[in-house]
């Protein structure tokens, strides 16, 4: 059987309300600086995952003024579709670049593992907000769950 793709999700050192993204897997790789407005990303990266985990489709808006890059995750059964699509702007038509099936260990865990690093990074609170821990915390406990039950079942 192949070896499912994994995605690499790196965020790096905010700058000025610009944050540097890059975004890897086998076959792809995309990286761009999106904005902390209209809304913190991260923060709504934090969000979705939440309702990934928890069965609900959901999509992040990386905003790079004017366009947009958009992460869906729609999540089934099993596994988890993700989707980056770009416009030229938050309500301008969409167009794919690239989509993946997979499952909570290829998409949901790179991507949390990436906020997690990201909240330990030091930053000026003028250059980008840090995540809310709340939501942090609440997204760590899930992911837990998530594995311990993923482990079960093996």
Same mark, same amino acid.
């Given at each position: 059987?192949?070896?499912?793709t994994?995605?690499? $999700?790196?965020?790096?050192?905010?700058?000025?309300?610009?944050?540097?993204?890059? $975004?890897?897997?086998?076959?792809?790789?995309?990286?761009?600086?999106?904005?902390?407005?209209?809304?913190?990303?991260?923060?709504k /990266?934090?969000?979705? $995952?939440?309702?990934?985990?928890?069965?609900?489709?959901?999509?992040?808006?990386?905003?790079?003024?004017?366009?947009?890059?958009?992460?869906? /995750?729609?999540?089934?059964?099993?596994?988890?579709?993700?989707?980056?699509?770009?416009?030229?702007?938050?309500?301008?038509?969409?167009?794919?670049?690239?989509k993946l099936?997979?499952?909570?260990?290829?998409?949901?865990?790179?991507?949390?593992?990436?906020?997690?690093?990201?909240?330990?990074?030091?930053?000026?609170?003028?250059?980008?907000?840090?995540?809310?821990?709340?939501?942090?915390?609440?997204l760590?406990?899930?992911?837990?769950?998530?594995?311990?039950?993923?482990?079960?079942?093996?």
């Amino acid at each position: 059987m192949a070896k499912p793709t994994k995605i690499e $999700l790196n965020l790096g050192n905010p700058k000025n309300g610009w944050l540097p993204i890059e $975004l890897k897997s086998t076959d792809f790789e995309l990286e761009f600086n999106t904005s902390n407005i209209p809304e913190n990303p991260t923060d709504k /990266l934090c969000e979705s $995952l939440i309702s990934a985990i928890n069965g609900i489709e959901t999509e992040i808006c990386w905003n790079l003024e004017p366009e947009c890059y958009f992460f869906e /995750l729609k999540p089934s059964e099993k596994e988890i579709d993700f989707i980056i699509s770009k416009s030229g702007g938050i309500t301008k038509k969409r167009n794919l670049i690239y989509k993946l099936t997979g499952d909570f260990d290829t998409v949901i865990l790179p991507m949390y593992r990436s906020l997690k690093k990201f909240s330990t990074l030091e930053f000026d609170k003028m250059d980008w907000e840090k995540i809310d821990r709340t939501k942090l915390n609440k997204l760590t406990e899930f992911v837990t769950e998530r594995k311990n039950y993923l482990q079960q079942r093996v």
